[in-house]
C-alpha cells in the first residue's frame, strides 16, 4: 500500500493567519492527492481534488499543490470556521486508496 | 445533489457479521462514472478505506480486509451494502459510505458500529 504521511499532526493558529500542511507519499502518486476537512462529529468535506483543484462551494483562501511525493495544502488567512481535522488521500492506480494520519488545526 | 445515508445495528456482537445499507437520494447509483465505496474511521488509527462496488456488482477490497468483507448493490433501490464477518472489537468504528469518482465526494454522515458483548 502507498503510505501518506502529514506532517505537523497537529497545529495551533490565530485567525488571520497562514497554515501550511504538508504530505508525503511513499511513492510518486502524480497528482492523484485529494485533501479532506473534517469538524468534530460530521464527515469529511472534500476541499481539493487532483492536488490543486478546488471543489465547487470551497472558499478561494484554500489552495495546493504538489505532484509526485510530496504535496501542500495552505490556508491563506485562518477563518474561524477553518478550526478543523485536515487529511490528504491518494488516488493513484489501483486501490487501497490510503488516507494521512490527519493534521488538526486549532486556536492558539 | 447526491446524499447518500448509512443504516444499520450500532451495536455487533464479537464473531458476527456487520452489515450496514447506504441509500443513495438525488441521484442514480446506476450512474456511469461512478463507483461507491465504504470507509471506515477508528478513534485511534484513522481513516480506513474499506472497498467499493460499481452498479454492475463489480467490486474491489482492502486486501487487509479482503477475507471478511462483501458488499452488494440495489440497483431497484439505489442501495448499497456491506458485509464485515468474523467482527472483533477492532472493527468498532465510524463506518462511512461515499461516492468515488477520482476523489470521495459527497459522503455520508456516518454510522458508530460498536462490536461488544
Known amino acids: 500500500d502507498i503510505q501518506m504521511t502529514q506532517s505537523p499532526s497537529s497545529l495551533s493558529a490565530s485567525v488571520g493567519d497562514r497554515v501550511t500542511i504538508t504530505c508525503r507519499a511513499s511513492q510518486s502518486i502524480d497528482n492523484y492527492l485529494n485533501w479532506y476537512q473534517q469538524k468534530p462529529g460530521k464527515a469529511p468535506k472534500l476541499l481539493i481534488y487532483a492536488a490543486s483543484t478546488l471543489q465547487s462551494g470551497v472558499p478561494s483562501r484554500f489552495s495546493a499543490s504538489g505532484s509526485g511525493t510530496d504535496f501542500t495544502l495552505t490556508i491563506r488567512s485562518l477563518q474561524p470556521e477553518d478550526f478543523a481535522t485536515y487529511y490528504c488521500?491518494?488516488?493513484?492506480?489501483?486501490?487501497?486508496?490510503?488516507f494521512g494520519q490527519g493534521t488538526k488545526v486549532d486556536i492558539k | 445533489q447526491v446524499q447518500l445515508q448509512e443504516s444499520g445495528p450500532g451495536l455487533v456482537k464479537p464473531s458476527q457479521t456487520l452489515s450496514l445499507t447506504c441509500t443513495v437520494s438525488g441521484g442514480s447509483i446506476t450512474n456511469d462514472g461512478y463507483y461507491w465505496s465504504w470507509i471506515r474511521q477508528h478513534p485511534v488509527k484513522g481513516l480506513e478505506w474499506i472497498g467499493y462496488?460499481?452498479?454492475?456488482?463489480?467490486?474491489d477490497y482492502n486486501p487487509s480486509l479482503k477475507s471478511r468483507v462483501s458488499m452488494s448493490v440495489d440497483t431497484s433501490k439505489n442501495q448499497f451494502s456491506l458485509h464485515l464477518s468474523s467482527v472483533t472489537a477492532a472493527d468498532t468504528a465510524v463506518y462511512y459510505c461515499?461516492?468515488?469518482?477520482?476523489?470521495?465526494?459527497?459522503w455520508g454522515q456516518g454510522t458508530l458500529v460498536t462490536v461488544s458483548s
Open positions: 488521500q491518494q488516488s493513484y492506480s489501483t486501490p487501497p486508496w490510503t
Open positions: 461515499a461516492r468515488e469518482g477520482g476523489r470521495t465526494d459527497p
Open positions: 462496488i460499481f452498479y454492475s456488482g463489480s467490486t
